[in-house]
Protein backbone atom coordinates (compact mmCIF):
# COMPACT_ATOMS: atom_id res chain seq x y z
CA UNK A 1 0.00 0.00 0.00
CA UNK A 2 1.48 3.51 -0.92
CA UNK A 3 1.57 6.16 1.92
CA UNK A 4 0.27 9.26 1.22
CA UNK A 5 1.67 11.91 2.50
CA UNK A 6 0.62 15.53 4.03
CA UNK A 7 2.08 19.25 3.76
CA UNK A 8 -0.08 19.58 7.12
CA UNK A 9 2.27 16.71 8.96
CA UNK A 10 5.72 18.38 10.16
CA UNK A 11 7.19 15.20 9.45
CA UNK A 12 5.64 14.09 6.22
CA UNK A 13 6.26 17.98 5.19
CA UNK A 14 10.02 17.44 6.32
CA UNK A 15 10.30 14.32 4.34
CA UNK A 16 8.72 15.52 1.16
CA UNK A 17 11.37 18.43 1.09
CA UNK A 18 14.45 16.05 1.51
CA UNK A 19 12.71 13.79 -1.12
CA UNK A 20 12.56 16.45 -3.37
CA UNK A 21 15.73 17.94 -2.98
CA UNK A 22 18.51 16.94 -5.35
CA UNK A 23 20.09 13.72 -4.32
CA UNK A 24 17.10 13.17 -1.73
CA UNK A 25 17.54 11.19 0.94
CA UNK A 26 20.98 10.18 0.04
CA UNK A 27 22.64 13.57 -0.51
CA UNK A 28 21.03 14.54 3.19
CA UNK A 29 22.57 11.55 5.08
CA UNK A 30 25.93 12.77 3.24
CA UNK A 31 25.06 16.31 4.46
CA UNK A 32 24.48 15.45 7.80
CA UNK A 33 27.17 12.89 8.01
CA UNK A 34 29.90 15.82 7.17
CA UNK A 35 27.91 18.54 9.07
CA UNK A 36 28.51 16.13 12.80
CA UNK A 37 31.22 14.00 11.76
CA UNK A 38 28.94 11.11 12.69
CA UNK A 39 28.02 8.49 9.77
CA UNK A 40 23.87 8.33 9.26
CA UNK A 41 23.13 5.63 6.34
CA UNK A 42 20.64 6.85 4.20
CA UNK A 43 17.90 4.14 5.05
CA UNK A 44 18.49 5.51 8.71
CA UNK A 45 17.59 8.47 8.01
CA UNK A 46 14.60 7.38 5.74
CA UNK A 47 12.91 5.85 8.73
CA UNK A 48 14.09 8.95 11.22
CA UNK A 49 12.22 11.21 8.56
CA UNK A 50 9.00 8.76 8.05
CA UNK A 51 8.35 8.39 11.69
CA UNK A 52 9.92 4.86 12.50
CA UNK A 53 12.92 5.69 14.46
CA UNK A 54 12.91 8.87 16.44
CA UNK A 55 14.19 12.03 14.93
CA UNK A 56 16.07 15.09 16.84
CA UNK A 57 15.16 18.84 16.34
CA UNK A 58 18.86 19.43 15.53
CA UNK A 59 18.69 17.20 12.95
CA UNK A 60 15.45 18.60 11.18
CA UNK A 61 17.18 22.00 12.23
CA UNK A 62 20.47 20.67 10.02
CA UNK A 63 18.25 20.10 7.56
CA UNK A 64 16.42 22.86 6.90
CA UNK A 65 19.88 24.34 6.54
CA UNK A 66 20.93 21.97 4.11
CA UNK A 67 17.55 22.69 2.01
CA UNK A 68 17.40 26.15 2.19
CA UNK A 69 21.38 25.91 0.40
CA UNK A 70 19.68 24.79 -2.78
CA UNK A 71 18.15 26.83 -4.82
CA UNK A 72 14.78 24.59 -5.72
CA UNK A 73 14.38 23.42 -2.50
CA UNK A 74 14.24 26.70 -0.32
CA UNK A 75 11.00 27.44 -0.63
CA UNK A 76 9.69 24.13 0.98
CA UNK A 77 12.43 24.11 3.34
CA UNK A 78 10.75 25.58 6.60
CA UNK A 79 7.30 23.66 5.50
CA UNK A 80 7.76 21.40 8.18
CA UNK A 81 8.06 24.32 11.27
CA UNK A 82 4.89 25.56 9.70
CA UNK A 83 3.25 22.50 10.06
CA UNK A 84 4.62 21.73 13.31
CA UNK A 85 3.22 25.21 14.27
CA UNK A 86 -0.16 23.92 13.19
CA UNK A 87 0.15 20.92 14.76
CA UNK A 88 0.74 22.31 17.81
CA UNK A 89 -2.44 24.73 17.63
CA UNK A 90 -0.09 28.19 16.60
CA UNK A 91 -0.22 29.84 13.27
CA UNK A 92 2.41 30.98 11.77
CA UNK A 93 3.24 31.81 7.84
CA UNK A 94 6.64 32.29 5.75
CA UNK A 95 6.66 35.66 4.12
CA UNK A 96 9.12 36.51 1.20
CA UNK A 97 12.08 38.52 2.00
CA UNK A 98 11.01 42.55 2.23
CA UNK A 99 12.47 44.46 -0.83
CA UNK A 100 15.51 46.51 0.38
CA UNK A 101 14.19 50.41 0.95
CA UNK A 102 10.31 49.06 0.15
CA UNK A 103 9.13 50.13 -3.51
CA UNK A 104 9.64 52.94 -5.35
CA UNK A 105 5.52 53.50 -5.39
CA UNK A 106 4.46 52.16 -2.37
CA UNK A 107 0.79 53.56 -2.96
CA UNK A 108 0.83 51.09 -6.15
CA UNK A 109 2.74 47.85 -4.96
CA UNK A 110 -0.43 48.12 -2.01
CA UNK A 111 -3.23 48.65 -4.64
CA UNK A 112 -1.08 45.47 -6.60
CA UNK A 113 -1.71 43.30 -3.22
CA UNK A 114 -5.41 44.52 -2.80
CA UNK A 115 -6.24 43.44 -6.12
CA UNK A 116 -4.10 39.86 -6.10
CA UNK A 117 -6.25 39.65 -2.04
CA UNK A 118 -9.76 39.69 -4.04
CA UNK A 119 -8.19 36.88 -6.78
CA UNK A 120 -6.91 34.77 -3.84
CA UNK A 121 -10.44 35.34 -1.45
CA UNK A 122 -12.13 33.81 -4.76
CA UNK A 123 -9.99 30.79 -5.21
CA UNK A 124 -10.65 30.29 -1.17
CA UNK A 125 -13.94 30.51 -1.67
CA UNK A 126 -14.24 27.95 -4.82
CA UNK A 127 -12.24 25.39 -2.89
CA UNK A 128 -14.50 25.63 -0.04
CA UNK A 129 -17.97 25.63 -2.28
CA UNK A 130 -16.02 22.96 -3.92
CA UNK A 131 -15.09 20.98 -0.49
CA UNK A 132 -18.54 21.17 0.79
CA UNK A 133 -20.70 20.86 -2.12
CA UNK A 134 -21.27 16.92 -0.60
CA UNK A 135 -20.99 17.91 3.00
CA UNK A 136 -17.40 15.55 3.24
CA UNK A 137 -14.35 16.64 3.04
CA UNK A 138 -11.71 14.40 1.81
CA UNK A 139 -7.70 14.66 2.34
CA UNK A 140 -7.19 16.09 -1.06
CA UNK A 141 -10.28 18.75 0.01
CA UNK A 142 -8.54 19.97 3.34
CA UNK A 143 -5.22 20.41 1.95
CA UNK A 144 -6.53 22.32 -0.95
CA UNK A 145 -8.85 24.82 1.43
CA UNK A 146 -5.65 25.01 3.63
CA UNK A 147 -2.86 26.05 1.06
CA UNK A 148 -5.34 28.61 -0.68
CA UNK A 149 -6.27 29.94 3.33
CA UNK A 150 -2.67 30.40 3.47
CA UNK A 151 -2.07 31.90 0.69
CA UNK A 152 -4.37 34.58 1.33
CA UNK A 153 -3.29 34.77 4.55
CA UNK A 154 0.62 35.37 3.81
CA UNK A 155 -0.99 38.17 1.36
CA UNK A 156 -2.47 39.91 4.44
CA UNK A 157 0.34 40.29 6.25
CA UNK A 158 2.51 41.36 3.22
CA UNK A 159 -0.23 44.12 2.82
CA UNK A 160 0.35 44.96 6.71
CA UNK A 161 4.02 45.14 6.23
CA UNK A 162 3.58 47.42 2.64
CA UNK A 163 1.00 50.01 4.61
CA UNK A 164 3.50 49.94 7.48
CA UNK A 165 6.72 50.27 5.80
CA UNK A 166 4.69 53.31 3.52
CA UNK A 167 3.62 55.04 6.52
CA UNK A 168 7.15 55.07 8.10
CA UNK A 169 8.48 56.79 5.37
CA UNK A 170 5.87 59.15 5.29
CA UNK A 171 6.55 59.59 8.90
CA UNK A 172 9.80 60.59 8.60
CA UNK A 173 9.74 62.85 5.76
Not at 2 to 23: E, K
Not at 131 to 155: F, P, S
Request: negative net charge; hydrophobic residues 40%.
Amino acid sequence: MTRRFSSLNWRDALYSAVRQAPGGVGAAAVFLSDRRGLSIHPESLRRKLTGGEQLDIDMAFLLTEWLEELADCRESARDWLIAAAHQGGLHVVDLPPEPVGGFENEAGALNDKALKAAAELGEMCSAITGTTADGRVTHEERERVVAKALDLIRLCFRIIRNVTRWHRKEASV
